[in-house]
């Protein structure tokens, strides 16, 4: 099975930002030694909980530090950018590193209408303007305008002689099937809810155009696994602490767990109980469930998340579901 990752670069109480992003360098790289496929940085603003605002340039950063594994945007929030621009930035890293660029692209702000608002100067961008403005941005990276477009006489510089793979990033059968239409990868953020329909990838692969070139699945995951269901419960509590904020509409940021009051610990350790979007267990019981999920629904790669604060435990995590699932 393909696997790869995911990474929002949660800011940990205590650590500085240079310090997270240094962490992620750490990680990408052990990621690679472990046979990953490709590594995702998202896209988040007006909020201290990431240090994920620029993805792009995150990107030039994990593949210079890198040697073979892809690296990509999960994704590029494409309402924020003019197409062109997309397009010569991701044109450009693919210039430098030749086979190892994706560009997700994703319909969602990544944060609140007030950044929406700053990123936007004021413009409202309506549903159907976003999607029109990823198939531009696709349009011109393939150099595929029409004679009658706008912007037909435009070029792409540079041009790399191998194009970032094109992905949509999405979470329901709408979306799939857009992304299908448009000959694009589609990746399921099924870590959002912890739900997948089960018939959406075939859903996209029935919307796909005969001879597609981008046939690609992937369903993105949240998981804490560890030696033993105890200690991968305790490890899962940061992500179910923030979750649980979110929830309450507190703005609380990333705490290990043992950071928790007693109280706090309490209430969300009753949370965890409830939530199903992060998988718990062993190293072998994380990865049956992750290899029956993708038989059961027809996906072809899997994208794993994780909070945890130790890199290091990150990596031996990720270390141990590869040796079990890779390949």
């Given at each position: 099975?393909r ?11 205590g ?12 990680l990408?790289?052990?990621l690679?030694?472990s ?10 603003h007006n909020t201290?909980?990431?240090v ?24 590029i ?6 197409s ?20 997700g ?29 990823i ?10 305008l ?9 070029g ?16 329901s059968g709408q979306?799939?099937?857009w ?16 739900r997948?329909?089960?018939?959406v990838m ?6 796909l155009?005969?001879?597609a070139s ?13 030696p033993t ?8 509590l ?5 979750r649980?904020?979110l929830r309450?509409?507190?703005?609380v940021?990333f705490r ?5 009051s007693p ?9 965890l ?8 267990g ?7 469930t992750l ?5 059961n629904h027809?996906t ?8 945890i ?6 990596l031996a ?11």
């Open positions: 099975m696997l790869s990752a995911l990474e929002q670069i949660p800011l940990f109480a650590r500085t930002p240079r310090r997270a992003i240094e962490d992620t360098v750490r990408a790289r052990g690679e030694d046979g990953y496929h490709r590594f995702w940085i998202a896209e988040h201290s909980a990431f994920s605002s620029a993805p792009d340039l995150l990107m030039m950063h994990m593949l210079d530090a890198t040697d073979r594994i892809r690296v990509g945007s999960g994704g929030m494409a309402m924020h950018y003019g062109l621009q997309i397009a010569e930035r991701f044109a450009t890293l693919a210039t430098l590193f030749p086979g190892r660029v994706d560009l692209l994703g319909r969602a702000p990544g944060g609140d209408m007030l950044a929406a608002r700053a990123l936007n100067q004021g413009r409202f961008i309506a549903p159907e303007a976003i999607d029109a403005l198939d531009e941005t696709v349009a011109l990276l393939r150099d595929e029409p004679a009658g477009h706008r912007y037909a006489a435009l792409v510089h540079p041009a790399p002689e191998v194009l970032p793979e094109l992905w949509l990033l999405g979470s979306s799939a099937a992304a299908g239409a448009h000959d694009l990868g589609y990746a399921y953020a099924q870590f959002f809810t912890g997948q329909q089960i018939d075939n859903h996209y692969r029935a919307h155009p005969q001879g981008s046939d690609r699945t992937l369903s993105a995951m949240c998981v804490s696994a560890a269901r105890d200690e991968a419960r305790e490890q899962a940061a992500a179910a602490d923030f649980l904020a309450q509409g507190r703005a940021g290990a767990p043992d950071a928790l109280g706090r610990r309490a209430e969300v350790e009753a949370h109980e409830r939530d199903t979007a992060i998988v718990i062993t190293y072998d019981e994380v990865a049956e290899r029956a999920f993708a038989e027809g072809d790669e899997l994208m794993l998340i994780s909070y604060d130790d890199v290091e435990v990150k995590q990720y270390g141990e579901l590869a040796a079990r699932l890779a390949g």
